[in-house]
């Protein structure tokens, strides 16, 4: 489903003025780069003539940063709204926010969501407000939720959006070499909006220069950064709260380029059919794995999204070369003596 359509569903669904019973919550949920912020960002502006009481935005898991408890969203959005300050209370400022949020018609946007537990206490019953949420796990737990899932985008939109920051005439030029760049970062939007930022920064390069840099794997999430944007971190985020037994089977199913399923899948010694259920379901409500359709009977199959792939696989060798270097022989250098002679 392209982003048109989906931003087109958010933007009605966020519009309605149905009496009786609120709108459920919107979700937007989406792998590591998939552009869950632009679109909810996006959708948000173009309602926001139907919120006059205003809009505000929390992002609830900012990178290298703890998640926000939901006590402390209630605060930061009663802050946002003014009026009386917070009740000490918890239930007394959930209650002062449930008051706020049904008298006014705002428009709330909760970013990087990591559980149920920090929507619910926006969720007014027959309020007029709203909320917008880009997840990055599946909410299954909320109530009559309103949800999209997004993905990579099609080749076709990928090389429009690279071509919306290059430039026509250059990607014209190099077409090959563009169609590469896209292939490389698998259709994110993130990776691609990263790589046409790198090539503009750098107007002197050939889109091949950055195309060859991209062909290489173990380079690939490296250079996919610029400024404060960065592919890896994106990932990182969200493998930041996997367990330690769920980060290293993801670890263990990197190694291997083809699909897997249950067999193919650690969950312990000795292995067992319902703990590698269990993790498969945990990576795939992550938003880590996907499921492919099988070549062969015998259960769903799955595969690493290609981001989560190539981090989970640095984090294989990362133990490894940190050993490597601590068991290396270090060199002294005698007193008065310049390195090298």
Request: charged share 25%; hydrophobic share 45%; glycine share 8%.
């Amino acid at each position: 489903m392209g982003r048109e359509v989906v931003a087109g569903e958010l933007m009605a669904h966020l519009a309605r003025r149905d009496p009786g019973p609120g709108r459920p919550a919107a979700v937007v949920v989406g792998p590591p780069g998939a552009g869950k912020t632009a679109l909810v960002l996006r959708a948000a502006h173009g309602v926001r003539e139907h919120f006059p009481d205003g809009q505000v935005f929390v992002d609830l898991h900012p990178a290298n940063a703890r998640p926000v408890p939901p006590d402390v969203l209630v605060r930061r959005v009663l802050r946002s709204l003014g009026g009386a300050p917070a009740a000490e209370h918890p239930e007394e400022s959930r209650a002062q926010l449930r008051n706020a949020l049904g008298r006014r018609r705002v428009l709330v946007v909760l970013d990087n969501v990591d559980n149920e537990a920090q929507v619910r206490p926006l969720l007014v019953a027959d309020g007029r407000s709203a909320v917008l949420v880009a997840a990055r796990r599946e909410l299954s737990a909320l109530p009559e939720r309103f949800r999209r899932r997004i993905g990579a985008l099609e080749e076709h939109d990928a090389l429009r959006a690279l071509t919306d920051l290059v430039g026509a005439e250059r990607v014209g030029a190099e077409r090959p070499a563009a169609l590469s760049i896209v292939r490389s970062c698998a259709g994110l939007p993130l990776a691609v909006h990263i790589a046409g930022l790198w090539l503009t920064a750098r107007p002197h390069r050939r889109v091949r220069d950055l195309a060859d840099r991209l062909a290489d794997e173990r380079d690939r999430l490296a250079v996919l950064r610029i400024g404060d944007l960065s592919l890896h971190a994106s990932v990182a985020a969200y493998l930041r709260l996997l367990s330690p037994q769920s980060r290293t089977a993801l670890r263990r199913l990197a190694r291997s380029p083809d699909d897997f399923g249950i067999p193919e899948t650690p969950a312990g010694a000795p292995p067992s059919p319902g703990p590698a259920a269990d993790l498969l379901e945990e990576l795939l409500h992550r938003q880590l794995i996907h499921p492919v359709p099988a070549a062969r009977q015998g259960g769903t199959r799955y595969r690493l999204y290609d981001a989560v792939r190539l981090h989970a696989a640095e984090d294989a060798v990362r133990p490894h070369a940190a050993e490597a270097a601590r068991r290396a022989p270090s060199r002294r250098l005698r007193p008065g003596r310049a390195p090298g002679r």
